[in-house]
Protein backbone atom coordinates (compact mmCIF):
# COMPACT_ATOMS: atom_id res chain seq x y z
CA UNK A 1 0.00 0.00 0.00
CA UNK A 2 1.05 3.71 -0.45
CA UNK A 3 0.13 6.68 1.19
CA UNK A 4 -1.12 9.43 -0.99
CA UNK A 5 -3.36 12.31 -0.19
CA UNK A 6 -6.37 12.73 -3.00
CA UNK A 7 -8.06 15.72 -3.76
CA UNK A 8 -11.89 14.49 -3.95
CA UNK A 9 -13.52 18.33 -3.75
CA UNK A 10 -16.36 18.18 -6.35
CA UNK A 11 -15.77 14.47 -7.41
CA UNK A 12 -18.55 12.26 -7.10
CA UNK A 13 -18.00 9.31 -4.85
CA UNK A 14 -20.28 6.26 -4.99
CA UNK A 15 -21.09 4.40 -1.78
CA UNK A 16 -22.93 1.39 -2.32
CA UNK A 17 -24.91 0.56 0.87
CA UNK A 18 -26.44 2.40 3.51
CA UNK A 19 -25.47 0.71 7.21
CA UNK A 20 -22.59 1.86 9.89
CA UNK A 21 -20.13 1.25 7.69
CA UNK A 22 -21.57 2.85 4.41
CA UNK A 23 -22.45 5.89 7.40
CA UNK A 24 -18.75 5.75 8.43
CA UNK A 25 -17.18 6.28 4.85
CA UNK A 26 -19.96 8.90 3.49
CA UNK A 27 -18.66 11.65 6.90
CA UNK A 28 -15.08 10.97 5.78
CA UNK A 29 -16.21 11.93 1.96
CA UNK A 30 -17.98 15.18 3.49
CA UNK A 31 -14.97 15.91 5.56
CA UNK A 32 -12.69 15.99 2.58
CA UNK A 33 -15.74 17.97 0.33
CA UNK A 34 -16.39 14.72 -2.02
CA UNK A 35 -19.63 14.88 -3.28
CA UNK A 36 -21.50 11.88 -2.48
CA UNK A 37 -24.11 9.34 -3.71
CA UNK A 38 -25.09 6.61 -2.06
CA UNK A 39 -26.72 3.44 -3.68
CA UNK A 40 -29.24 1.67 -1.00
CA UNK A 41 -32.54 0.40 -0.52
CA UNK A 42 -32.17 1.34 3.07
CA UNK A 43 -30.17 3.60 5.03
CA UNK A 44 -29.22 4.53 8.56
CA UNK A 45 -30.58 7.35 10.40
CA UNK A 46 -27.47 9.22 10.23
CA UNK A 47 -27.49 8.79 6.75
CA UNK A 48 -31.13 9.91 6.47
CA UNK A 49 -30.16 13.24 8.31
CA UNK A 50 -27.45 14.06 6.14
CA UNK A 51 -29.74 12.88 3.23
CA UNK A 52 -32.71 15.39 4.36
CA UNK A 53 -29.97 17.87 4.62
CA UNK A 54 -29.11 17.80 0.80
CA UNK A 55 -25.17 16.79 1.68
CA UNK A 56 -25.82 13.67 0.18
CA UNK A 57 -27.69 12.03 -2.89
CA UNK A 58 -29.78 8.76 -2.18
CA UNK A 59 -30.59 6.20 -4.65
CA UNK A 60 -33.08 4.45 -2.98
CA UNK A 61 -33.01 1.12 -4.58
CA UNK A 62 -30.57 -2.12 -5.51
CA UNK A 63 -27.39 -1.46 -7.03
CA UNK A 64 -26.95 -1.34 -10.61
CA UNK A 65 -23.96 -0.83 -12.50
CA UNK A 66 -24.80 2.34 -14.05
CA UNK A 67 -24.71 3.81 -10.20
CA UNK A 68 -21.44 3.98 -11.19
CA UNK A 69 -21.51 6.53 -13.60
CA UNK A 70 -18.92 9.73 -13.50
CA UNK A 71 -17.46 8.10 -10.51
CA UNK A 72 -14.04 9.02 -9.25
CA UNK A 73 -14.25 6.93 -6.28
CA UNK A 74 -16.18 3.67 -5.88
CA UNK A 75 -17.44 2.04 -1.99
CA UNK A 76 -18.82 -1.42 -2.08
CA UNK A 77 -20.27 -1.75 1.76
CA UNK A 78 -22.94 -4.17 1.13
CA UNK A 79 -23.95 -7.07 3.27
CA UNK A 80 -23.90 -9.17 0.11
CA UNK A 81 -21.19 -10.62 -1.16
CA UNK A 82 -22.53 -11.42 -4.53
CA UNK A 83 -23.68 -7.41 -4.49
CA UNK A 84 -19.84 -6.44 -3.15
CA UNK A 85 -18.30 -8.63 -6.24
CA UNK A 86 -20.30 -7.27 -8.42
CA UNK A 87 -19.67 -3.57 -8.06
CA UNK A 88 -16.25 -4.66 -7.74
CA UNK A 89 -15.83 -6.25 -10.83
CA UNK A 90 -17.43 -2.85 -12.78
CA UNK A 91 -15.68 -0.84 -11.02
CA UNK A 92 -12.21 -2.53 -12.49
CA UNK A 93 -13.97 -3.07 -15.59
CA UNK A 94 -14.12 1.10 -15.94
CA UNK A 95 -10.71 1.70 -14.47
CA UNK A 96 -12.08 3.10 -11.03
CA UNK A 97 -10.80 3.29 -7.76
CA UNK A 98 -12.65 0.81 -5.41
CA UNK A 99 -12.73 -0.03 -2.01
CA UNK A 100 -14.58 -3.00 -0.97
CA UNK A 101 -15.02 -3.45 2.42
CA UNK A 102 -15.56 -6.81 3.64
CA UNK A 103 -12.19 -7.81 0.91
CA UNK A 104 -8.77 -5.99 1.51
CA UNK A 105 -7.59 -8.20 -1.53
CA UNK A 106 -9.87 -6.62 -3.51
CA UNK A 107 -9.54 -2.84 -2.78
CA UNK A 108 -7.36 -0.50 -4.89
CA UNK A 109 -7.35 1.70 -1.92
CA UNK A 110 -8.56 1.28 1.68
CA UNK A 111 -9.26 4.18 3.99
CA UNK A 112 -7.10 4.79 6.79
CA UNK A 113 -8.10 6.10 10.29
CA UNK A 114 -7.56 9.72 10.51
CA UNK A 115 -6.88 12.41 12.68
CA UNK A 116 -7.37 15.78 11.16
CA UNK A 117 -6.13 19.33 12.54
CA UNK A 118 -7.01 22.01 10.09
CA UNK A 119 -4.93 21.53 7.51
CA UNK A 120 -3.18 19.22 9.44
CA UNK A 121 -3.73 15.34 8.63
CA UNK A 122 -2.11 12.21 10.08
CA UNK A 123 -3.65 8.74 8.90
CA UNK A 124 -3.25 5.14 10.09
CA UNK A 125 -3.09 2.29 8.10
CA UNK A 126 -2.26 -1.14 8.65
CA UNK A 127 -2.27 -2.97 5.39
CA UNK A 128 -5.81 -4.04 6.22
CA UNK A 129 -4.07 -6.26 9.13
CA UNK A 130 -6.02 -5.01 11.90
CA UNK A 131 -8.58 -2.07 11.62
CA UNK A 132 -9.27 -2.39 15.36
CA UNK A 133 -5.05 -1.57 15.68
CA UNK A 134 -5.38 1.60 13.62
CA UNK A 135 -8.75 3.35 15.25
CA UNK A 136 -6.26 2.64 18.59
CA UNK A 137 -3.49 4.82 17.87
CA UNK A 138 -5.88 7.32 16.14
CA UNK A 139 -7.08 7.44 19.61
CA UNK A 140 -3.79 8.18 20.92
CA UNK A 141 -2.67 10.29 18.05
CA UNK A 142 -5.89 12.55 18.86
CA UNK A 143 -5.07 12.73 22.82
CA UNK A 144 -1.34 13.65 21.92
CA UNK A 145 -2.47 16.29 18.63
CA UNK A 146 -4.08 19.33 20.52
CA UNK A 147 -5.65 21.93 18.36
CA UNK A 148 -2.37 23.93 18.50
CA UNK A 149 -1.13 22.05 15.67
CA UNK A 150 -3.90 23.06 13.41
CA UNK A 151 -2.95 26.76 14.68
CA UNK A 152 1.31 25.93 14.47
CA UNK A 153 0.31 24.75 10.61
CA UNK A 154 -1.23 27.77 9.78
CA UNK A 155 1.38 29.91 10.92
CA UNK A 156 4.02 27.65 9.17
CA UNK A 157 1.98 28.34 5.77
CA UNK A 158 1.95 32.24 6.77
CA UNK A 159 5.30 32.37 7.20
CA UNK A 160 6.30 29.81 4.23
CA UNK A 161 4.65 31.80 2.01
CA UNK A 162 6.71 34.92 3.02
CA UNK A 163 9.81 32.70 2.54
CA UNK A 164 8.90 30.77 -0.54
CA UNK A 165 7.97 34.90 -2.32
CA UNK A 166 11.64 35.75 -1.38
CA UNK A 167 14.46 35.19 -3.64
CA UNK A 168 17.50 32.48 -2.97
CA UNK A 169 15.16 31.05 -0.79
CA UNK A 170 15.63 27.30 -1.18
CA UNK A 171 18.23 26.05 1.23
CA UNK A 172 17.03 29.10 3.80
CA UNK A 173 13.58 27.68 4.33
CA UNK A 174 14.41 24.10 5.21
CA UNK A 175 17.08 26.07 7.51
CA UNK A 176 14.62 28.51 9.23
CA UNK A 177 12.20 26.04 9.65
CA UNK A 178 14.43 23.52 11.45
CA UNK A 179 15.32 26.44 13.61
CA UNK A 180 11.19 27.81 14.47
CA UNK A 181 9.97 24.35 14.94
CA UNK A 182 10.56 23.20 18.14
CA UNK A 183 8.58 21.56 21.23
CA UNK A 184 8.56 25.21 22.74
CA UNK A 185 6.32 26.46 19.81
CA UNK A 186 3.88 23.83 20.38
CA UNK A 187 3.24 24.98 23.97
CA UNK A 188 3.12 28.50 23.25
CA UNK A 189 0.60 28.16 20.62
CA UNK A 190 -1.47 25.69 22.84
CA UNK A 191 -1.05 28.30 25.64
CA UNK A 192 -1.54 31.96 23.53
CA UNK A 193 1.83 32.71 24.45
CA UNK A 194 1.95 34.96 21.49
CA UNK A 195 4.91 37.60 23.33
CA UNK A 196 7.19 34.55 23.15
CA UNK A 197 6.13 32.96 19.99
CA UNK A 198 7.24 36.62 18.51
CA UNK A 199 10.38 37.07 20.10
CA UNK A 200 11.38 33.45 18.99
CA UNK A 201 9.99 33.94 15.16
CA UNK A 202 11.67 37.48 15.11
CA UNK A 203 15.30 36.27 16.50
CA UNK A 204 15.54 33.44 13.57
CA UNK A 205 13.81 35.57 11.12
CA UNK A 206 15.51 38.78 11.72
CA UNK A 207 12.46 40.79 10.39
CA UNK A 208 9.25 41.87 11.92
CA UNK A 209 6.17 39.84 11.87
CA UNK A 210 3.10 41.17 12.83
CA UNK A 211 1.16 40.74 9.86
CA UNK A 212 1.59 36.58 10.20
CA UNK A 213 0.65 37.04 14.34
CA UNK A 214 -1.74 39.50 13.19
CA UNK A 215 -3.65 37.05 11.07
CA UNK A 216 -3.67 34.30 13.72
CA UNK A 217 -4.69 35.87 16.73
CA UNK A 218 -7.55 36.91 14.90
CA UNK A 219 -8.39 33.75 13.39
CA UNK A 220 -7.85 32.01 16.77
CA UNK A 221 -8.23 34.91 19.81
C1 LIG B 1 -9.20 -3.00 4.51
C2 LIG B 1 -10.17 -1.95 5.08
C3 LIG B 1 -10.99 -1.51 3.93
C4 LIG B 1 -11.69 -0.19 4.13
O1 LIG B 1 -12.80 -0.22 4.68
O2 LIG B 1 -11.12 0.82 3.72
C5 LIG B 1 -11.03 -2.49 6.19
C6 LIG B 1 -11.60 -3.76 6.19
C7 LIG B 1 -12.31 -4.39 7.24
N1 LIG B 1 -12.64 -3.79 8.43
C8 LIG B 1 -13.26 -4.70 9.24
C9 LIG B 1 -13.66 -4.51 10.56
C10 LIG B 1 -13.56 -3.33 11.30
N2 LIG B 1 -13.24 -2.09 10.79
C11 LIG B 1 -13.26 -1.18 11.80
C12 LIG B 1 -12.99 0.19 11.65
C13 LIG B 1 -12.36 0.84 10.59
N3 LIG B 1 -11.96 0.24 9.44
C14 LIG B 1 -11.21 1.08 8.70
C15 LIG B 1 -10.54 0.74 7.54
C16 LIG B 1 -10.44 -0.50 6.91
N4 LIG B 1 -11.21 -1.58 7.18
C17 LIG B 1 -9.49 -0.76 5.79
C18 LIG B 1 -8.11 -1.13 6.33
C19 LIG B 1 -7.43 -0.02 7.10
C20 LIG B 1 -6.15 -0.50 7.71
O3 LIG B 1 -5.14 -0.58 6.95
O4 LIG B 1 -6.11 -0.83 8.90
C21 LIG B 1 -11.07 2.41 9.37
C22 LIG B 1 -9.61 2.56 9.81
C23 LIG B 1 -11.36 3.59 8.48
C24 LIG B 1 -12.81 3.74 8.06
O5 LIG B 1 -13.51 2.76 7.76
O6 LIG B 1 -13.23 4.90 8.02
C25 LIG B 1 -12.06 2.29 10.57
C26 LIG B 1 -11.56 2.85 11.92
C27 LIG B 1 -11.72 4.35 11.93
C28 LIG B 1 -11.41 4.96 13.24
O7 LIG B 1 -11.95 4.54 14.28
O8 LIG B 1 -10.64 5.94 13.23
C29 LIG B 1 -13.59 -1.84 13.01
C30 LIG B 1 -13.66 -1.16 14.36
C31 LIG B 1 -14.96 -0.46 14.59
O9 LIG B 1 -15.94 -0.70 13.85
O10 LIG B 1 -15.01 0.25 15.59
C32 LIG B 1 -13.80 -3.20 12.71
C33 LIG B 1 -14.16 -4.33 13.69
C34 LIG B 1 -12.89 -4.80 14.39
C35 LIG B 1 -11.92 -5.53 13.50
O11 LIG B 1 -12.32 -6.40 12.73
O12 LIG B 1 -10.72 -5.21 13.60
C36 LIG B 1 -13.42 -5.91 8.50
C37 LIG B 1 -14.10 -7.17 9.01
C38 LIG B 1 -15.61 -7.05 8.70
C39 LIG B 1 -16.40 -8.21 9.24
O13 LIG B 1 -15.86 -9.05 9.97
O14 LIG B 1 -17.59 -8.28 8.88
C40 LIG B 1 -12.84 -5.70 7.25
C41 LIG B 1 -12.73 -6.69 6.14
C42 LIG B 1 -11.59 -7.65 6.39
O15 LIG B 1 -10.66 -7.37 7.15
O16 LIG B 1 -11.64 -8.74 5.78
N1 LIG C 1 -14.29 -1.95 6.11
C1 LIG C 1 -14.78 -1.72 7.29
O1 LIG C 1 -14.43 -0.75 7.93
C2 LIG C 1 -15.78 -2.68 7.85
C3 LIG C 1 -16.39 -3.53 6.99
N2 LIG C 1 -17.38 -4.36 7.41
C4 LIG C 1 -18.07 -5.08 6.32
O2 LIG C 1 -18.82 -4.04 5.62
C5 LIG C 1 -20.05 -4.51 5.14
C6 LIG C 1 -21.21 -3.62 5.61
O3 LIG C 1 -21.29 -3.59 7.01
P1 LIG C 1 -22.50 -2.84 7.75
O4 LIG C 1 -22.59 -1.45 7.29
O5 LIG C 1 -22.33 -3.10 9.19
O6 LIG C 1 -23.74 -3.70 7.17
P2 LIG C 1 -25.31 -3.47 7.30
O7 LIG C 1 -25.94 -4.81 7.20
O8 LIG C 1 -25.62 -2.58 8.45
O9 LIG C 1 -25.66 -2.64 6.00
C7 LIG C 1 -25.71 -3.21 4.73
C8 LIG C 1 -26.34 -2.20 3.79
O10 LIG C 1 -26.29 -2.71 2.47
C9 LIG C 1 -27.50 -2.37 1.82
N3 LIG C 1 -27.73 -3.28 0.68
C10 LIG C 1 -28.08 -4.58 0.69
N4 LIG C 1 -28.22 -5.03 -0.56
C11 LIG C 1 -27.96 -4.00 -1.40
C12 LIG C 1 -27.96 -3.84 -2.81
N5 LIG C 1 -28.25 -4.86 -3.65
N6 LIG C 1 -27.64 -2.64 -3.31
C13 LIG C 1 -27.34 -1.60 -2.49
N7 LIG C 1 -27.34 -1.70 -1.14
C14 LIG C 1 -27.65 -2.88 -0.61
C15 LIG C 1 -28.55 -2.48 2.89
O11 LIG C 1 -29.71 -1.70 2.56
C16 LIG C 1 -27.81 -1.90 4.09
O12 LIG C 1 -27.98 -0.49 4.12
C17 LIG C 1 -20.12 -5.95 5.62
O13 LIG C 1 -19.73 -6.74 4.50
C18 LIG C 1 -19.11 -6.08 6.72
O14 LIG C 1 -18.55 -7.37 6.72
C19 LIG C 1 -17.76 -4.37 8.70
C20 LIG C 1 -17.16 -3.56 9.64
C21 LIG C 1 -16.11 -2.65 9.26
Not at 9 to 19: D, F, H, K, S, T
Not at 80 to 100: F, K, M, P
Request: hydrophobic content about 45%; proline content about 4%; aromatic content about 6%.
Amino acid sequence: MYPVCLDIAERLCVVIGGGQVAERKVRGLLISAGVVRVVSPEVTRGLLSLIENRAVEWRQKKYHPSDLEGAFLVFAATNLSTVQAAVHRDARAAGLLINVANAPQLCTFQVPATIRRGDLTVSVATNGKSPAVAAMVRKRLEREFGEEWALLTRLAFLLREQMLAEEDRNMEVKNLFQKILHDDIVDWLRERQWANIQQHLESVLGRPVDRELEILIKENP
